[in-house]
């Protein structure tokens, strides 16, 4: 990754500082072998964009490095690195939480854990039976989906809007934008669906001088706005698309086929989300900062 | 509600045209009551926005007509009104598919059904069983949840865009948008987690000389890029935060209290966010059928 | 002028004051008459804009309140007295500095006289010629041009940007959007093209233990941003396109023709520009000092 | 320069095609010499952004390549070759109708004299004078502005919008947003201000079946909307601010002092602005192309 523009740096200034305008990162895509892409070239797989950005561009760039790549999801986590330092009161944690129809036991929740496993599970009863699903998955040549949570803690009440630019609209936004993933939820989500009024409206008490909330179904957003609470965010990864089991689609020349994926693949790409998740949670809620300073000062 | 500008009518444009620009409108907050509200100006209501709009501006409008308040999402009816004329070929539906923890029965999907019972249930069965479920939350003076999807049809493959502006981005943010929501999801959604690669990935094969998907989990978006197959959404609203039972608050001078809300409320404000939901996909898919046209011609 | 939404006022807040969220104005155009447009519902009036907006939109309102009708302009006045309240440390002034040929002479210029006379001259001694000279192109049933200058002190160094979002290039943007406006220039204008580099390059020295510029040429912007000095800037208003005299002209349909615009009609609008000139440059400036406030705290 | 990304080619595109998504290019800052800026690092050259960006943001990159340096607009002539691919109809041209005091001769306008000289003049009489002009000024240590003017042809009716996005306020911006650019003007410009109404008004008359204007006075908008005519823009580039000769100015940290600056200095930027702003005419009309494709179809 190489900065272009945006940083400064002489004698004086104890490192790289920003010029107070946009950075420029660029990461170039070196990684992408010059391998066989006749397959692919005319063939839309299942489950990938081949089709739909073929249908809107009439062409479409199948050699790896596509605009429809998961691989652009690098720049999003860079970005999120300078966005964090826009807001370093805020500590944004990631973990996965589902692994194909297997979730986590949210009683061994542990942060700590996450750093300790190659799946970000705060449970670490979780990792071996994962390990396990996942090994099977791989043999089959399947692939399978995920769940993340991002949370992050220490955002002051206020940031956001109650129509416009709301927070958890942002959010919601931001999370789908990452490729792959179906759907978003904030604090109970789509479980809030079936609590009653009475258990989902976090209930207040004073406490050391300020209101808290007792529980935290609103994940932290109450009518767009920030309320102090930890920020809670799910989103569901579909399973990776590129698996070796064939599979029938059609050519862009209108002729049924089959395709299957060979290569590098990870059969669980929601594992990798967790850092691109962080990443466009830091990302809003830069912003959202930002735009709270201009609202009100 | 008023048309205040943007339409145009004289003897021989039989009846009124657009001039070409915004169209304004204007619904006036008429069946506001005068009625006593000493109760909430100085509590925040649990599940309200009360709590954070104050934290961010210091005051906040309590008469029933607020900034947070769901009147609101009367102007995003009347605008998808407007929506839906600029997308002639889109038929955009929606329907209740769980009230409290009771889902319908997808089998029974009828879409003729949804005009025949106030809940907009595709599932006539399901129709009696939400009765007494609400009759009792309405007794116990409570509330609940509930989950609405929407679905459009005809939309041609190749709305959208690949990074920035995904169909499905910009849908997520619309739905997350209205108040009360807490979950959105497309296609298999939070389900596809749980899907096997081989069941995700939607296979394609030609038909009548067109290419046609064998299954729609993607809910008729790749690569952020309409597919031509049906579009379908999902969101969870929260139950109605303000019930009659007591809950305990804080007064914005930093007191304990208890709060309980009196006067009209339904125990489901989810069953109104039905053509709430329509609207907000018909503005998303008219700006993203208007936008496709600018990129593509 | 009514207030829709956006402000709230109790026993509490002393008057009316903002939400905090967008404040909706509406003014009913009210003063249109019942009149006969048969002659210009089908004629394309010169210098207006009825032929570009029938090319573009195939259609046009033609009844004195249409969407190109410097009536629009009062909601611009009516949102920048809104604007000046965001800048309270602002004062923008706005004066004619010539009306047709006649330009003021500048050393006359004094800003109490500009409430004195109808013309909002800062130069007494330029108000009969004026009047003269208006008479005459009044009773010639002509029109002309004028040129309008505004000035905001107050603004402090550091509002704007280097690039994307110059405070001179929304400046340009805001004062060229008014109607019949041909031209804007800022500090010296187009006049620094005559200038040497010398006389044009704003000289600084220290006093009370601050820079002073010692001239003003930059008209308060450099690179895109505010030096502290007062931002001055000018714009050419076009002779009134509604005249009295005919003119050759073409119907919708295609035919030769000749057209006279009778009615009211002020023969130079440009002194109307003077309070729509301020209210743009308000506007303008509250954007850039929300703007500023996000971007440096 | 280099494009990291938009455009795509295979062995069936016959050379490089854009995928139909953002085109990125980079212009490295190469031709930077690592000179002794001591000099400047601490004062505040008159004329430049260095006071200014320096009391927005607390630092300044003072090296050549900072934020301000007219270096960026480099990135603006390439983007608009971009752009002018996407107008293929649309035939853009630039030239210098002014430097210093002395302006071309209108009369001898000569689109194909401006690749026959140096200073893009349509006025071949204009060169030796300028030449002669430019000698005395560069050998004085001083420097010169200039008026450039662009004109594109072939833009179609119905370009822009009424209110919000006319084009003539989108030109303003662009043309103002370019480094030392103090004025912008349309058709007449400022010269309409001393217009009579019936001079000004370009009357319409129908030529080979389609309207035809008699004159241009309104640069070949009106209303915000393309008329079909040229679309002629004027700008005033300042004198360059650095000069050999020493001015008055102050140090950062408060202390009065004289700059000269030397080095590599055109006496006259606004010739190298020439084709700054056509790349802007063309990245404003290739915006509108594809907003009116939006709005219109």
Redesign the interface.
Request: glycine residues 16%.
């Given at each position: 990754m190489k900065i272009?523009?945006g940083v400064?740096e002489?004698d004086r200034?104890d490192g790289q500082?920003t010029?107070?305008?946009p950075i420029a990162l660029?990461i170039e895509n070196v990684d992408q072998r010059s391998k066989d892409y006749s397959d692919i070239?005319d063939k839309?797989?299942?489950?990938?964009?081949d089709?739909?950005?073929h249908?809107?561009?009439g062409?479409?760039?199948y050699r790896g490095g596509?605009?429809?790549s998961a691989r652009?999801t690098a720049s999003r986590v860079a970005a999120g690195a300078v966005a964090r330092k826009v807001i370093p009161g805020v500590v944004i944690r990631g973990a996965l939480v589902?692994v194909?129809?297997h979730a986590i036991d949210r009683k061994n929740w542990d942060w700590k854990e996450v750093g300790n496993n190659l799946f970000f599970s705060p449970d670490a009863k979780a990792v071996a039976q994962w390990e396990d699903y996942l090994d099977g998955?791989r043999k089959a040549g399947?692939?399978?989906?995920?769940?993340i949570e991002v949370v992050a803690s220490g955002v002051?009440?206020?940031?956001?809007?109650?129509?416009?630019g709301?927070l958890?609209?942002?959010?919601?936004?931001?999370?789908?934008?990452i490729?792959a993933?179906?759907?978003?939820?904030?604090?109970?989500?789509?479980?809030?669906?079936?609590?009653?009024?009475?258990?989902?409206?976090?209930?207040?008490?004073?406490k050391n001088?300020k209101?808290e909330f007792?529980s935290n179904?609103?994940?932290g957003?109450?009518?767009?706005?920030?309320?102090?609470q930890d920020i809670v965010v799910r989103f569901?990864?579909?399973?990776?698309?590129s698996?070796l089991?064939p599979?029938?689609?059609?050519t862009k020349d209108?002729?049924?086929t089959d395709i299957s994926t060979k290569g590098r693949h990870d059969?669980c790409v929601?594992i990798r989300a967790v850092p691109v998740g962080e990443a466009m949670m830091a990302l809003v809620l830069a912003d959202h900062f930002?735009?709270?300073?201009?609202?009100?000062?």
């Open positions: 272009l523009s400064f002489d200034t500082v010029t107070g305008t660029v070239r839309f797989r299942p489950g990938h964009a089709y739909t950005y249908a809107k561009y062409l479409r760039d596509g605009r429809s652009e589902q194909g129809p998955v399947s692939s399978c989906g995920a769940v002051p009440a206020g940031w956001g809007a109650p129509i416009y709301k958890d609209q942002d959010l919601a936004s931001a999370m789908m934008s490729n993933v179906k759907g978003v939820e904030i604090g109970a989500g789509f479980a809030s669906a079936a609590l009653s009024g009475e258990e989902n409206a976090d209930e207040i008490r004073m001088g209101p007792l179904n609103a994940g957003i109450l009518g767009g706005i920030s309320s102090g569901a990864v579909k399973p990776t698309s698996i089991s599979r029938r689609t059609v209108g002729n049924d059969p929601g930002l735009r709270h300073r201009g609202q009100v000062g």
